[in-house]
T-cell receptor, first 116, second 116 residues
Framework: AQKVTQAQTEISVVEKEDVTLDCVYE???????LFWYKQPPSGELVFLIR??????QNEISGRYSWNFQKSTSSFNFTITASQVVDSAVYFC?????????????FGQGTRLTINP | DTEVTQTPKHLVMGMTNKKSLKCEQH?????MYWYKQKAKKPPELMFV???????INESVPSRFSPECPNSSLLNLHLHALQPEDSALYLC???????????????FGAGTRLSVL
């Protein structure tokens, strides 16, 4: 069965610090997709990134970067020079094919608080 | 435009009421999803519609009745709910890919439901 583990329940840092959110996944599939979503207090899940299992290149988007390592089944997310607006719950998710459709298997989420 | 619109934003209902949640998208996505999210938990999949047909029902009680009247609209009809059904209900949509995997799900802001 697919599983996603986000061991850090809550993280609190001071603004401008760098912070890394960990994500470890389990799957028997050779083809799979991983996602990160951000959920601010407003409730909407905001898509951040999608990575497929054949693309191990790290990705950088502004202050955000992602480190995908198949050897350790990890897909970690780093925010550089954090800002108060980064405060949110962050979910890592794994895509599972189910009856011709797609199911997202979410981790438990990491609540990130950036203090001014 | 990656907008999924959900109405109402907030809903309070009694256990004998009948109400409906509405979700709309105009991205041409042919897969639409209902999720339930309890406080401090990840979203849990309830239903998936593919090409306006119900493809996944994750053993949801019959007091929740989904409907997909056309490719842009998704409804969730509620009847005889229990207080434990109080939660954030999220709608999402995605393209359908031939591999069934990897489609990016775009989420609405949700409906916060309270059952008294």
């Amino acid at each position: 069965a697919q599983k996603v583990t986000q061991a850090q329940t809550e993280i609190s840092v001071v603004e401008k610090e760098d912070v890394t959110l960990d994500c470890v996944y389990e799957t028997r599939d050779t083809t799979y997709y991983l996602f990160w979503y951000k959920q601010p207090p407003s409730g909407e899940l905001v898509f951040l990134i999608r990575r497929n299992s054949f693309d191990e290149q790290n990705e950088i988007s502004g202050r955000y970067s992602w480190n995908f390592q198949k050897s350790t089944s990890s897909f970690n997310f780093t925010i550089t020079a954090s800002q108060v607006v980064d405060s949110a719950v962050y979910f890592c998710a794994l895509s599972e094919a189910l009856q011709g459709a797609q199911k997202l298997v979410f981790g438990q989420g990491t609540r990130l608080t950036i203090n001014p | 435009d990656t907008e999924v619109t959900q109405t109402p934003k907030h809903l309070v209902m009694g256990m004998t009421n009948k109400k409906s949640l509405k979700c709309e998208q105009h991205m041409g996505h042919r897969a639409m999803y209902w999720y339930k999210q309890k406080a401090k938990k990840p979203p849990e999949l309830m239903f998936v519609y593919s090409y306006e047909k119900l493809s996944i029902n994750e053993s949801v009680p019959s007091r929740f009745s989904p409907e997909c009247p056309n490719s842009s609209l998704l409804n969730l009809h509620l009847h005889a709910l229990q207080p434990e059904d109080s939660a954030l209900y999220l709608c999402a949509s995605s393209q359908i890919r031939t591999t069934s995997l990897g489609g990016i799900q775009y989420f609405g802001a949700g409906t916060r439901l309270s059952v008294l």
